[in-house]
């Protein structure tokens, strides 16, 4: 399970928080002669090989990545416009079909497999997917729903995004700590300053935009944390 967890760790990072905007635009733009969709590629084996951190891994590190270039190719090819949000899901899908495949097909046992060790891994990945990740997923599962009109915006820049973060970083913390009950005082105190301003603004597909966001976000929190629990129990 902990290489699982590394792998996972290390598609976080190569796919979202380690991949600019730039590099994404400029695939989507040249394609296969894009080079950074090779040195994304690249990129994931490193990644891969140094997280789970083991010399053997080595060349399944190259077949992860190799894997993952040729999924993001076929994506770039087949994709269009109005199917992006669901390449975008299918992208990913593959992608984590990959990694259990590895994981499966890898038996070396880890270097260090202690219970405090693998507790770190475990609490770590949970933490980096509920960041940049989960806001880029909570944004290509709303954009379908993505406000036309937006009225003037007096809010600090990407405070959103912030909010939405610590707000799951948060539960995140309920959850592994057993403070269920902090949980409902949170949503209730974001209740109050949130929605107390898009009634006034008397918008109700923004209302129900935001509201849809507020939930995935919260409800995807409670997921992550409850199976970090989980797995926390299986490592112990």
């Given at each position: ?91 990913q899908i593959l992608h984590l079909i990959v990694i259990v495949a590895i ?40 954009s379908i729903w993505t406000p036309e009109n937006k009225t003037k915006d ?47 603004a008397k918008d109700r597909k923004l209302t129900e935009y935001v509201l ?25």
């Open positions: 399970m902990i290489v699982f967890v590394k792998l996972l760790l290390a598609h976080l990072f190569g796919d979202f928080l380690l991949q600019p905007t730039s590099w994404v635009l400029d695939k989507e733009k040249k394609k296969h002669r894009s080079v950074y969709l090779y040195l994304h590629t690249f990129l994931h084996f490193i990644l891969a090989w140094v997280l789970v951190g083991e010399i053997a891994f080595g060349w399944y590190a190259l077949a992860l990545a190799v894997t993952h270039g040729f999924i993001d190719f076929l994506k770039l090819h087949f994709q269009t416009q109005k199917t992006k949000r669901t390449w975008f899901s299918v992208d994981t499966l097909i890898y038996n070396n046992t880890p270097i260090d497999n202690t219970a405090f060790n693998n507790s770190f891994w475990i609490v770590f990945t949970g933490i980096i997917l509920l960041t940049k990740p989960t806001s880029i997923i909570i944004k290509n599962i709303i007096d809010s600090l820049q990407n405070a959103g995004n912030y909010i939405g973060i610590l707000e799951r970083l948060f539960v995140f913390c309920f959850i592994l700590t057993g403070h269920f009950e902090a949980i409902g005082f949170l949503l209730a105190a974001k209740s109050i300053f949130r929605f107390g301003d898009l009634k006034e849809i966001g507020t939930l995935l976000s919260f409800g995807i929190a409670l997921l992550i944390g409850l199976l970090t629990q989980m797995c926390l129990g299986f490592s112990s």
